[in-house]
């Protein structure tokens, strides 16, 4: 460097003035959006931009979001393109790869590996992720609700591909707070394991903290409808509460709790059933839940949810009745009375939104639920399309499902967007 000429030394100088000038004004014009330069310095690697290149990017977010028909179209539209599905999928090898270097994962991927606030940070949360394919939704689904003081348990059903479940222990491997299930099922749709999934999730998660809060569990094709920081802050508000579907069981439901049902080559065969333990109503549900530490801690200590475990392990679709009805025995933390008048229907509940086919609508239809599903039917539950955000975004539930992004990736791609400036901004 100290044969440099005279000339070049000056070029360099007025360069890095360049440089320093453009710095200064970038910071200037981070100033007046209200961004301090010690925000942009922490947090700006952070944001999502266009600069990640994702095939996504070709979208506008901003315009999907607020319902605009021409942006819908065109997100329509191109996610029937042989090519644009051809660049979206993601092989698990990538994974697999990608993962050898923890720290290079976690920066291109950005993850966000500190607490945002002390509010977040006070609040820690423990979530059980049962998955069985998709890992790129998977990955997704951790990045979006990962922060360093919540504890996460992924339960990969032992029927999944090898590449699957490779996949994604590397991912949990490069979390310290993030691990999978130390004893994995089976899981048989409408049977008692994936009841058991989740209860060894439970089980785990009480067991490595004590620090937690409350506890959520989700499947691999979920996806957040709010940020960390709001789902802390509504949670605070159930002052204590559960919330998750516990309502009167209707009756074409009641079969699957009077009947003994064993599953003999993949089919459920019934029989009748002897009456629950300690006379316990039993309430109809779903699967998905939002409970405090104590309701986890009666599950596995109460004596009565303890019979009621052994009693709902022969019955058909346990996961929609098991705990609703918890939810509604008297001593049970966070618990209702069980007369009727305490009933709480999905749409109540913040746990989670799912759209059925059969309670779809028209706009202005009174007999509807909610609008018509704007992506595609699985098993009459609509799986999401770029058209159901604008909607989505306006419900108080933490969590939506269906997403799939194998068909409709930019339907997760602007939730990402979304969530991730909110939960920055926030910070402001």
Known sequence: MRYLKRGCWLQLFKFSAVLGSLWILFLLSQLKTGKSPAYILKYQWLVYTDEDESPEKV???????????????????????????????????????????????????????????????DFPLAYSMVVHHKVQNFERLLRAIYTPQNIYCVHVDKKAQASVFA????????????????????VVYAGWTRVQADLNCMADLYNTSTTWKYFINLCGQDFPLKTNLEIVQALRALKGGNSLESEEMPEGKKGRVSNAHQVVDGKPIGKTKDPAPFNLPILSGNAYIVVNRGYVRSVFEDKRIQALIEWAKDTYSPDEFLWATIQRIPGVPGSTWPNRKFDMTDMNAIARMVKWQWHEGSEGSLQAVYPECKGHHVRSVCVYGAGDLQWLIEQHHLFANKFDADRDPIAIYCLEKYLRHKALTDLV
């Open 167 to 186: 996949a994604i222990k590397a991912i949990t491997s490069c979390f310290s707070n993030v691990f999978m299930v130390s004893k994995a099922m089976n």
């Open 59 to 121: 979208c506008n977010c901003s315009a999907i979001l607020q319902g605009e028909k021409e942006a819908l179209l065109q997100a329509k539209l191109l996610t029937i393109t042989k090519d644009f599905q051809k660049v979206i999928q993601i092989p698990d090898e990538y994974y697999i790869n990608a993962t050898q270097d923890c720290r290079k994962f976690q920066k291109s991927r950005k993850y966000i590996t500190f607490p945002l606030n002390k509010e977040e940070e």
